[in-house]
């Protein structure tokens, strides 16, 4: 098949606010290159515009991030440079320009059961059982991620010849087996993530933790979600019934 990936430049003038998406809007309203010639308007995605949906990420300068708060005076200064890269994620399907299918990472969380499931097969009372302070503290964080899949393209790990689920998807099992209600599937999701595909495929590189925007701790994850999948295999193998909760 033929490579149809290209680079085109196009020149805005300076905004004091100007982000890369508010580039890209105006590239839509006149698409004219550098070169003065009428192009297509660059396609891309994008949704909530502060950084919580997470459709609108890409590699900006070579970097996983959200295109909605790369404030372009920013880049300039920290680079010296007028010019900046965007470019699509690299370990997804292309799609068209800066647009990425990001079904792989919607699947994994389907394959781990990263839900609470509300089936009415038990008695929750009327809002479930209390979470104290500090659980609900500590699982916070691990609640904002959205799905953006930054972690995925700075994993070195994650790649067309791995099945390798990703980071986001291991540390989604901890939120959620961490939930008192959660816990009661906590098995199956522990299941999901053996072997390669799940906790087995991470190399421990540490750059998902690096590039992650919601600095969700997910090394802290993989290695908590590591130990527990460890037991499970451990209680699968002895044919144990699940162990009390520590
Ligand atoms: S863990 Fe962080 S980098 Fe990964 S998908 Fe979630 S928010 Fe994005
Ligand atoms: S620790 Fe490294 S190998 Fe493991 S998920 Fe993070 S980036 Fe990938
Ligand atoms: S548009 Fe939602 S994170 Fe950028």
């Known amino acids: ?27 839509q309203k006149n698409p004219v290159n550098k070169m003065g010639e009428k192009t297509t308007p660059v396609a891309w995605e994008q949704g909530c515009l ?11 300068n ?18 010296g ?9 690299t370990k997804f399907p292309l799609i068209r320009d800066l647009c990425v299918d990001r079904t792989r990472m919607f699947d994994s969380l389907k394959k781990v059961k990263a839900w ?34 930054c972690c995925s393209e700075g994993c070195p790990q994650v790649n ?11 540390s989604q099992v901890r939120l959620f087996n961490s939930n008192p209600t959660g816990k009661l599937e906590k098995s199956e999701r522990l299941n999901a993530v053996l072997g390669e595909e799940g906790i087995a495929g991470c190399g421990n590189a540490q750059n998902c ?22 037991k499970q295999s451990l209680k699968n193998f002895f044919s144990l019934p699940d162990a009390k909760e520590e």
């Open 50 to 60: 502060e950084e919580v949906c997470g459709s609108c990420s890409m590699l900006v």
């Open 116 to 149: 609470i499931s509300v089936d009415g097969t038990t008695d929750n009372g009327e809002f479930g059982p209390p979470v104290s302070p500090e659980v609900q503290e500590a699982l916070y964080v691990l609640s904002t991620c959205m799905v953006c899949g």
């Open 1 to 27: 098949m033929p490579n149809h990936q290209y680079w085109e430049e196009f020149e805005f003038d300076r905004h004091p606010g100007a982000n890369v998406i508010s580039c890209l809007m105006d590239i």
């Open 81 to 89: 440079s007028l010019t900046i890269n965007l470019a699509p994620f």
């Open 209 to 230: 933790v690096r590039v992650c925007p919601k600095k969700i701790p997910l090394t802290e994850s993989l290695s908590l979600i590591g130990r527990e999948a460890t």
């Open 160 to 170: 067309p010849d791995s099945k390798f689920m990703g980071p986001a998807a291991m």
């Open 62 to 79: 070579g970097k996983p991030r959200q295109a909605c708060t790369a404030l372009i005076e920013k880049y300039i200064q920290e680079t």
